[in-house]
């Protein structure tokens, strides 16, 4: 395992790193259905710091058991009985956690299958692209509970869904499963066998490509959405004149000049 990676102390979150560059991070949690104590919080925001450092080239988030995640260990929450500021704090944790992912340039992959629930569709939403198999089910219930969120709904699964959906969720505790939960954008793949599997597939695919080209296409996108229209298409040109000029990428634009370069195609 690469250095940056194997130093790492983590407690509830399993590593696996393929000869590709590919790693495979899994929760670890499966009696708890995966949910986000503060401890695997720390784990996450330790992962993705190391991340970009380490050389992987994607990244498969995975859930152990039959769940992705349930959200935050609602029975931590209840025990500690934390102040606002404590949980204030928190929170910030969980939003440094899914800034990391989100920002960090390596393309995540998140292999949903079961209960991606309240800040499980939080963390999911953090990803880049996100494979649900015919169990993923997904729900914010925090209104039900008397909660608010607090890693990031309002800002990533409103983008995905739309503001007057995710109020809608938050009121009624509506799931979205199935076809319906591909229509409304919380994922981009639907899969009659193994999500993981799926996801492994499209993060070899997104590995291959060149590290710069994905590090733009992992953060420059999500900061560019945060601009105004006209700070955004400088932003987007400067970093076009860094990507697209790249030495990296003369031989494969030099395949597509020749002609030996595999054309884009419809599928069969």
């Known amino acids: ?14 590593l696996d790193l393929h000869d590709d560059g590919v790693l495979v991070a899994t929760l670890n949690r499966p009696d708890k259905r995966n949910a986000l104590n503060a401890e695997t919080v720390e784990d996450l925001i ?23 995640c349930a959200g935050l260990d609602l029975v931590e929450h209840h025990q500690e009985d934390r102040s606002p500021a404590e949980f204030m704090h928190l929170c910030l944790r969980w939003h440094e956690a899914f800034n990391k ?8 992959i998140a292999a949903l299958q ?6 499980g569709l939080e963390l999911a939403s953090s990803a880049h692209i996100r494979v649900m198999d015919q169990s993923t089910y997904f729900a914010l219930p925090e209104g039900t509970r008397g909660l608010f ?3 990031g709904a309002t800002i990533r699964v409103s983008q995905l869904v739309g503001k007057a959906r995710m109020i809608d969720m938050m ?18 793949y639907m899969v009659e066998g193994s999500c993981y ?5 499209v993060a070899r695919r997104a590995a291959e490509n060149l590290p710069l080209s994905n590090f733009a296409i992992c953060s420059a996108i999500s900061h560019v959405g945060n601009m105004s229209a006209l700070d955004a298409s400088y932003a987007e040109s400067v970093v076009a004149g860094i990507v697209n000029t790249q030495p990296e990428a003369r031989h494969r634009l030099e395949a597509f000049a020749n002609k030996t370069a595999a054309r884009v195609r419809p599928n069969s």
Do not use: S
């Not at 395992?1 to 399993?14: F, S, V």
């Not at 079961?114 to 800040?119: F, K, L, P, Q």
């Not at 509506?174 to 919380?186: H, I, T």
């Open 114 to 119: 079961g209960a991606v629930v309240g800040g």
């Open 197 to 201: 599997d799926k996801a492994l597939e």
């Open 149 to 151: 969120t607090g890693g």
């Open 171 to 188: 009121l009624t505790g509506r799931v979205y499963k199935g076809q319906e939960a591909m229509d409304v954008g919380l994922a981009q």
């Open 46 to 68: 330790d992962l993705f710091v190391a991340v970009p450092r380490a050389g992987v080239r994607a990244v498969v988030l995975a859930g152990k058991g039959d769940h992705f």
């Open 1 to 14: 395992m690469a250095k940056d990676l194997g130093a790492l102390n983590l407690q509830n979150i399993a």
């Open 101 to 108: 992912m989100e920002y960090g340039g390596v393309p995540i």
